[in-house]
């Protein structure tokens, strides 16, 4: 079959830059290849791993079954009214596209989320979140293929089981649901901008303006500043999830560490730092053979040059350990790892 690849080299499909191959590998265009390719015998008999743009993967070795990547393209504004509209965007298209194509057109609501690395149909699977915005805000449904039925199907919002850095095709649907189309639904101007992050309030402020273009422009500027860039320095932005613990665990860690950040994250629940107690750690910009924590933000694994991936994945259980020897808390991958 034409859409087939063998022994594929996954080098440029994960921005770790580490050399890894796939037994085979698939790209698809339009929905009947993966029709078309739901039928082929390998892919009722190989283990599958569906990738995006790779920016949140750690390869650890081969990948020894079949890789499956969507390239599905097309962007249209599928619904509107005097408040909102709703575009259907290819799960395929490059995600920082789509943020400065919205800007461009001042629909607001994907400003915040600049400048993260990947596709578009990553963003529901892994809810991606950055400076108070989260993609499930504004996410209105999402449509692909289920290999077990293997059947088109269609999520709305309210049943993708969104959390924090978490969904449903990362539970139940992992490695089983080709996301082939988002729908957002996007604000028309006057927008109310997200600036309770950080400072960006005060950085808002001091551009005298508050357009959706001046916060793309602002939250750029803080990720470049702060995250290594893929292109020059392998990495998968955070590498851990923010640990969430109960709040009595908190309040004792807050006893021993009156500075330590925490955030309420509900039902008797919080949120610690994960940059933060690898950094308190004494684990900011340290080395390890060819891996190491970046200097800007611990939370942040790097590949130095030449690495492997068993390589960043030994300095990440060296940081798991140190930081639950010390404070009891287990720190839990963000990427996924194979
Ligand atoms: N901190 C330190 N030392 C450092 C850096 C940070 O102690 O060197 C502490 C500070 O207390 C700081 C806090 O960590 O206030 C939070 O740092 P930051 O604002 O950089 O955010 P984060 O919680 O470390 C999360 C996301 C990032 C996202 C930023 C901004 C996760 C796992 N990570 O990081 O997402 O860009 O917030 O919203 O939730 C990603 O998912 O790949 C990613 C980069």
């Given at each position: 079959?034409g859409?087939?690849?063998?022994?594929y080299?996954?080098?440029?499909?994960?921005t770790f830059?580490l050399?890894?191959?796939?037994?085979?590998?698939?790209?698809?265009r339009?929905?009947a290849?993966?029709?078309?390719?739901?039928?082929?015998?390998l892919?009722?008999?190989?283990p599958?791993?569906?990738?995006g743009?790779g920016?949140?993967?750690?390869?650890?070795?081969?990948?020894?079954?079949l890789v499956?990547?969507?390239?599905?393209?097309?962007?249209?504004c599928?619904?509107?009214?005097?408040?909102?509209?709703w575009?259907?965007v290819?799960?395929?298209?490059?995600?920082?596209?789509?943020?400065?194509?919205?800007?461009?057109?001042d629909?607001?609501?994907?400003?915040?989320?600049s400048?993260?690395p990947g596709?578009?149909?990553?963003?529901?699977?892994?809810?991606i979140?950055a400076?108070?915005?989260?993609?499930k805000?504004?996410?209105?449904?999402?449509?692909g293929?289920?290999?077990?039925?293997?059947?088109?199907k269609?999520?709305?919002?309210?049943?993708?089981?969104?959390?924090?850095?978490?969904?449903?095709f990362?539970k139940k649907?992992?490695n089983?649901?080709?996301?082939s189309?988002?729908?957002?639904r996007?604000?028309k101007?006057?927008?109310?901008?997200l600036?309770h992050?950080?400072?960006?309030?005060?950085?808002?402020?001091?551009t005298?303006?508050?357009s959706?273009?001046?916060?793309?422009?602002?939250?750029?500027?803080?990720r470049?500043?702060?995250?290594?860039?893929?292109?020059?320095t392998?990495?998968a932005?955070?590498?851990?999830?923010?640990?969430?613990?109960?709040?009595?665990q908190?309040?004792?860690?807050?006893?021993?560490?009156p500075?330590m950040?925490?955030?309420?994250?509900g039902?008797?629940?919080?949120?610690?730092s994960a940059?933060?107690l690898i950094?308190?750690?004494?684990?900011k910009?340290y080395?390890?053979?060819?891996?190491?924590?970046?200097?800007q933000?611990?939370l942040?694994?790097i590949?130095?040059?030449?690495?492997?991936?068993?390589?960043?994945?030994?300095?990440?259980e060296?940081?798991r350990?140190f930081v639950?020897?010390?404070?009891g808390?287990m720190?839990e991958p963000?990427?996924?790892v194979?």
């Amino acid at each position: 079959m034409g859409l087939i690849y063998q022994n594929y080299s996954l080098d440029h499909l994960n921005t770790f830059h580490l050399s890894a191959r796939a037994s085979y590998f698939a790209l698809i265009r339009q929905p009947a290849e993966m029709e078309q390719l739901a039928r082929e015998d390998l892919f009722r008999e190989q283990p599958k791993l569906i990738l995006g743009g790779g920016s949140n993967l750690l390869l650890t070795g081969n990948f020894n079954g079949l890789v499956i990547r969507s390239g599905i393209q097309g962007l249209e504004c599928v619904d509107e009214t005097d408040e909102s509209v709703w575009i259907r965007v290819g799960s395929g298209m490059e995600w920082d596209e789509l943020v400065a194509w919205a800007v461009a057109h001042d629909w607001g609501g994907l400003e915040n989320l600049s400048a993260i690395p990947g596709d578009v149909g990553a963003a529901p699977v892994q809810n991606i979140g950055a400076y108070g915005a989260e993609a499930k805000d504004m996410i209105e449904r999402v449509e692909g293929f289920d290999f077990n039925s293997k059947t088109w199907k269609t999520f709305e919002a309210g049943e993708c089981e969104f959390d924090y850095r978490n969904s449903i095709f990362k539970k139940k649907f992992k490695n089983e649901f080709l996301v082939s189309q988002v729908t957002f639904r996007l604000s028309k101007a006057p927008h109310s901008l997200l600036t309770h992050y950080g400072n960006l309030e005060e950085e808002l402020q001091k551009t005298g303006t508050r357009s959706l273009a001046e916060m793309r422009r602002i939250i750029t500027d803080i990720r470049r500043l702060k995250l290594p860039d893929i292109h020059t320095t392998g990495n998968a932005g955070s590498f851990f999830k923010n640990p969430v613990v109960s709040l009595v665990q908190a309040d004792q860690l807050r006893d021993a560490y009156p500075n330590m950040p925490a955030y309420p994250a509900g039902d008797r629940q919080v949120k610690l730092s994960a940059a933060w107690l690898i950094d308190q750690s004494g684990l900011k910009g340290y080395t390890m053979g060819r891996a190491a924590t970046h200097t800007q933000q611990p939370l942040v694994l790097i590949n130095t040059g030449g690495a492997t991936g068993e390589e960043i994945w030994k300095l990440a259980e060296y940081i798991r350990e140190f930081v639950f020897d010390r404070y009891g808390v287990m720190l839990e991958p963000e990427v996924n790892v194979y």
